[in-house]
């Protein structure tokens, strides 16, 4: 009689033997596999490769006279393979009723078949059947996609190889992770509590938007989870409690814009959106969500339009010039009395989500700053500025009238210019058209902006040795940008004056409104 399993190892040992391959038998039928392999070690005695282990794997051998391409294999058979350190395999050996092999096929023990083991064991653990994995079986399949092109030693070896990769200790570790990890992809617990009374309920909706620290709750169980499928008992149970949720991600990142109509551009900012996961639970009117930007906290129900905003341009709060500026005009736009402001929610991964929003009447009034940062961003482009210039709301309050000055001088004509000057000394002639030259400065948050002016025209005596200029033309002859910690040394401002001095002195009689002799850096000239 025909005793399949023997032949099936026997023709197993037989290839090993062919490729140097050692395959130690197992002397127990209840470890889950048949042969322990170990493999030469490589020939390269490199410093890079002498330290790596030689390759080993569990196979369990099945042999059959069929070629239905599955077999039944018990849990605990199994369960004992794909928790194995090492690469496991089965070769199935098909002898279709001959003394040869026909064909064979090698199924590698891999991630896939890892998690659809694990699952199975675990379902069976945590429900009511009887959970006897040695007489319970789960069948494996294998197909031609599994099938060695020859059946001998060689090509055995090569689809072992294939599988194992190039470092041993790699693969281990890639196993190792995924029996961890597996089964938790959509969690590791589910927890139950209940809330008591509405207004527990909306500090639920707040904590799970990071609006509110905690919440008090009624009770409160937690059970593990993997698969999806709950354990038997609960890892926690208490009757009462407070639920606290730290260190909340947002739900997705993108813009939201504001629009004082439907067809205007808006006002657009970068932000992170909240979306409370109790808002599928509640009826719409306590529906909550939350858009968080850099200055600004939304919270909204798109259901009933209802919103509420909260900004902040205090200490510590800094951003890009023509950022700040939006943000001025944001709190000007929804300052507005029975005006509704049209807001666009646009997030990755997410539909796009319109709603009105109702604006309240505030008493406040940022004309001056808002005044002030228009020049500003006027003054960065006539400067073409490409550095990040950035800037507070105390920096605006502060130098409001100079940014507006130096955007009025930088765009006004040349008879809104009034110049009166007296001389000190001998050597001035007033006969002469008159070049003036001044040194302008004003911060802009991070910088200074400067520029040396020359304006020119005829020159009338007021009294004694003082002149009023009667302005012909305004010449800016160097513009100067530089980062508030940053120093131009007062050598280099007295070189470009003296390099300007010469283009006018031909021409002109030239009077210099700037001290040469003070050793103040600009940040400090205005």
């Known amino acids: 009689m025909r005793d399949l399993g023997l032949m099936g190892e026997s023709t197993f040992s037989l290839w090993c033997a062919e490729v140097g391959l050692i395959p130690n038998g197992s002397q127990i039928d209840r470890t889950g596999w048949d042969f322990f392999v170990e493999f030469p070690f490589d020939s390269d005695l490199s410093p890079q490769k002498i330290h790596k282990p030689a390759f080993e794997c569990k196979v369990q051998v099945k042999a059959t006279d069929k070629n239905c391409r599955k077999l039944p294999i018990t849990l605990s058979n199994l369960r004992r393979l794909i928790t194995a350190q090492m690469p496991a395999f089965f070769v199935f050996i098909e002898f279709d009723k001959k003394e040869v092999a026909q064909r064979t096929y090698v199924v590698h023990v891999d991630n896939e078949l890892i998690s659809k083991v694990l699952k199975r064991l675990h379902k069976i653990e945590h429900s009511e059947e009887d959970n006897a994995f040695n007489k319970r079986t789960m069948t494996i399949h294998y197909d031609n996609s599994n099938l060695l092109e020859m059946s001998n030693g060689n090509s055995l070896k090569n689809c072992f190889l294939g599988y194992i990769g190039d470092d041993t200790s790699e693969y281990i570790a890639n196993k190792k992770s995924h029996l961890e990890s597996t089964g938790y992809e959509d969690g590791f617990a589910q927890i139950t509590f209940t809330t008591e009374g509405e207004e527990n309920l909306k500090s639920l909706i707040d904590v799970s938007l990071g609006i509110k620290d905690e919440v008090e709750i009624a009770k409160f169980r937690g059970v593990d989870t993997r698969f999806g499928i709950l354990t038997s008992n609960p890892s926690f149970d208490s009757d009462g409690g407070k639920l606290a949720m730290p260190n909340l991600k947002p739900t997705a990142e993108g813009k939201i814009k504001f629009k004082e109509d439907r067809l205007s551009a808006g006002l657009s900012f970068e932000s992170k959106f909240y979306n409370s996961p109790f808002n599928q639970m509640v009826p719409d009117e306590l529906k909550k969500m939350r858009v968080e930007g850099e200055f600004f906290d939304l919270k909204f129900n798109p259901f009933t339009g ?94 409001e009238t100079q940014i507006c000055q130096m955007e009025d001088m930088l765009a006004s004509s040349p008879n809104l210019f009034k110049v009166e000057f007296g001389v000190n000394g001998d050597g001035y002639d007033p006969s002469k058209e008159t070049a003036c030259i001044f040194l302008v400065t004003t911060p802009i948050g991070s910088h200074i902006f400067g520029v040396i002016l020359v304006i020119t025209g005829s020159v009338e005596e007021i009294e004694g040795d003082r002149y009023r200029l009667i302005t012909k033309d305004v010449v800016i002859e160097q513009r100067i940008v530089s980062e508030k910690d940053e120093t131009i040394s007062n050598e280099d401002l007295v070189s470009a004056i003296e390099s300007i001095e010469k283009q006018y002195d031909n021409d002109f009689s030239v009077v210099t409104m700037f001290d040469k002799s003070a050793s103040k850096a600009i940040k400090s000239v205005s």
């Open 306 to 399: 209802a919103a509420s905003y909260s900004f902040s341009f205090g200490e510590g709060i800094r951003m890009e010039v023509k950022k700040f500026r939006n943000a001025v005009k944001l709190l000007n736009l929804i300052s507005k009395s029975e005006k509704k402001v049209f807001v666009e929610l646009l997030f990755d991964g997410l539909p796009k989500l319109e709603f009105g929003a109702g604006c309240n009447d505030l008493e406040f009034d940022f004309s001056r700053e808002l005044k002030a940062l228009d020049s500003a961003v006027k003054i960065m482009s006539d400067f073409e500025v490409t550095d990040l210039v950035d800037i507070s709301f105390d920096e605006v309050s502060r130098y």
